[in-house]
């Protein structure tokens, strides 16, 4: 398995821009997590999923922030508008009957 | 106060040094995790406990769960080991992770 793929690597956008962050959890992994890692606030659970329902998000920052899981091979994070605030790296995790996590390589969000 | 603690925040080291870095946590668990990353790069995980001790190469975790303690110690470091270690604990009512802020360690050759 090539483990959690987490797509972009980067992105930076514009201020008021949608952006769209793509996670491919473990095949056979029913949880899957997305986290937020700042330098003021660290690692913090967003949103996380148990075969494909939303489980808690009371992670979510505002109304600005959506995530979905039409299926158990992918989910998308989505920030609409976006803010300069919102500037962090965005970890994607899966994980099997929420025993152990594998990240993804996360992806750099930049806001301008 | 946060529920887990880590220390030191920041360690620096000589190659070859032993290395301990403490976890403490306030909240009911029922695993406790070990997580490292490097500058710039993805998490990964190196270990997780509920009791005891797991060894894993020149790494060591061990757990007391009536202190609500834990401890990573990395033998012979090298500079390769510099990275940011994370202490995460499924814990609280809804058991999700909930994180350290990290320990900064430098091995120095």
């Known amino acids: 398995d090539a483990g959690v793929i987490q797509s972009p690597r980067h992105e930076v956008t514009e201020m008021g821009q949608e952006v769209t962050l793509r996670c491919k959890p473990i095949?056979?992994?029913?949880?899957l997590f997305w986290y937020r890692q700042t330098m003021m606030r660290g690692l913090e659970l967003l949103i996380y999923f148990n075969n494909n329902v939303p489980i808690d998000d009371s992670g979510m920052p505002e109304d600005r922030f959506s995530a979905k899981m039409p299926n158990a091979s992918f989910s998308t994070l989505k920030i609409q508008p976006s803010e300069p605030r919102d500037s962090a790296v965005y970890f994607c995790?899966?994980?099997?009957?929420?025993?152990?996590?594998?990240f993804g390589s996360g992806t750099r969000l930049t806001v301008v | 106060k946060n529920e887990v603690e880590q220390s030191p925040q920041n360690l620096t080291a000589q190659e070859g040094e032993f290395i301990t870095i403490n976890c403490s946590y306030s909240?009911?668990?029922?695993?406790l995790h070990w997580l490292q990353q490097h500058p710039g790069g993805g998490i990964v995980s190196l270990f997780m406990?509920?009791?005891g001790k797991k060894k894993h190469g020149r790494l060591i975790a061990t757990i007391n769960i009536q202190e609500k303690h834990s401890s990573l110690h990395i033998t012979a470091s090298h500079p390769r080991d510099s990275a940011v270690y994370i202490c995460?604990?499924?814990?609280?009512?809804?058991?999700?992770?909930?994180f350290g802020t990290g320990t900064l360690l430098a091995v120095q050759p």
């Open positions: 909240v009911g668990i029922s695993a």
């Open positions: 995460a604990v499924n814990g609280g009512a809804t058991n999700k992770l909930i």
């Open positions: 995790a899966s994980s099997l009957n929420n025993y152990g996590y594998t």
């Open positions: 095949s056979g992994h029913d949880y």
């Open positions: 406990l509920s009791s």
